[in-house]
């Protein structure tokens, strides 16, 4: 059983940081990719930004320069580092993870953090 869970969400003004978290635990063998979607209200999910093993990482244009994605593979965790938000930024954050067990690789997916960008 393997699982994310993210936190770090909250309200924030226009010009705003936050920084997300999500830790991966269970019976992990590894993970290769990370990274963090984005919901937001009738629209479709989409990539905010990946991570490899390696550190390369790979963002949408809407966020870069904005936003940093890191992982600490000691701790199985990814972060993102939101800065200079907008409002329309607004949406629900999910991470996910490429990772391998004893028995299968697949991604797994976190429950959501909102992320709200109001004055």
């Given at each position: 059983?393997?699982?994310l869970v993210e936190s770090g969400g909250g309200l924030v003004q226009p010009g705003g940081s936050l920084r997300l978290s999500c830790a991966a635990s269970g019976s992990i063998f590894s993970i290769s990719a990370m990274?963090?979607?984005r919901q937001a209200p009738?629209?479709?999910?989409?990539?905010?930004?990946?991570?490899?093993?390696g550190g390369n990482t790979n963002y949408a244009d809407s966020v870069k320069g904005r936003f940093t994605i890191s992982r600490d593979n000691a701790e199985n965790t990814v972060y993102l580092q939101l800065n200079s938000l907008k409002p329309e930024d607004t949406a629900v954050y999910y991470c996910s993870a490429d990772v391998s067990t004893?028995?299968?690789?697949?991604?797994?997916?976190?429950?959501?953090?909102q992320v709200t960008v109001s004055s």
């Open positions: 059983q393997v699982q990274g963090w979607y009738g629209k479709q999910r989409e990539l905010v930004a990946a991570i490899t093993s004893r028995t299968r690789t697949r991604a797994y997916w976190g429950q959501g953090t």
